[in-house]
């Protein structure tokens, strides 16, 4: 057996496909923001609401 079936190692990723791949997280993280801090303030203004 000179070479296993299986390479030990993955094969590099594309450079385009990384550039895709991180503007793609950087949408994600930055849509979990705005929906944290729209639901943050949705609660804060129920709860004056409730205590005024």
Known sequence: MTASAAPSEQP???RRLRRVLRMA???LVRGLA???GTAATG???YWIQRHL
Do not use: K
Request: hydrophobic share 40%; glycine share 16%; charged share 0%.
């Open 12 to 14: 590099p990723v594309p």
């Open 25 to 27: 997280l950087g949408h």
């Open 34 to 36: 705005y929906g944290t």
């Open 43 to 45: 609660v804060l203004a």
